[in-house]
């Protein structure tokens, strides 16, 4: 995976604040979903951010809430309990895919950041460049490495 430096792609809210200054909003934002399905959550709930914790598992040592656990939690539906987000019909299909975006999204950047641990600076940038003879420099970036885990990376396909 090839990164670039135009970052636009990763926002498609845009919010004017009261000062007129635009503001974009990122996919991982606690308040995205709700400012982009005003209709599914009617009050504005908080989504998925980082710092939320994970309670009841006293066993785990991270101690955070991934984004795949907090969009189980609320795609399942319960007793007694009305949801108004599962009874959205193609608003509701439209959301699961968005979340199943921000999900993949949340997962590539966290390999994005911990490179180390792949073994990333032995493949990437310039060494890679030169090994293959170009001289110009206009192909060179930053190589990210994506582990065998990541479902559909080349090391994946691989592995299976």
């Known amino acids: 995976m090839c990164q670039s430096d135009d970052r636009s792609l990763d926002y498609d809210i845009v919010i004017r604040m009261k000062d007129g200054i635009p503001q974009r909003v990122n ?47 609320h795609l399942h539906d319960r007793f007694n309990t009305h949801t108004h987000l599962l009874r959205g019909g193609r608003l509701f299909q439209q959301f699961l895919v968005n979340a199943y975006v921000c999900i993949k999204q949340n997962r590539l950047e966290y390999i994005q950041s911990h490179q180390d641990l792949f073994r990333g600076e032995y493949l990437q940038g310039i060494h890679d460049a030169i090994t293959r003879g170009d001289m110009i420099g206009h192909d060179i970036c930053k190589h990210t490495i994506l582990p065998s885990s990541f479902t559909g990376g080349p090391r994946y396909m691989y592995k299976h």
């Open 27 to 73: 996919k991982l934002h606690s308040q995205y979903m709700s400012l982009q399905y005003p209709l599914l959550f009617l009050f504005g709930e908080h989504g998925w951010s980082p710092s939320l914790p994970l309670a009841g598992d006293e066993s785990r040592s991270d101690r955070r809430l991934t984004t795949g656990m907090f969009y189980s939690y």
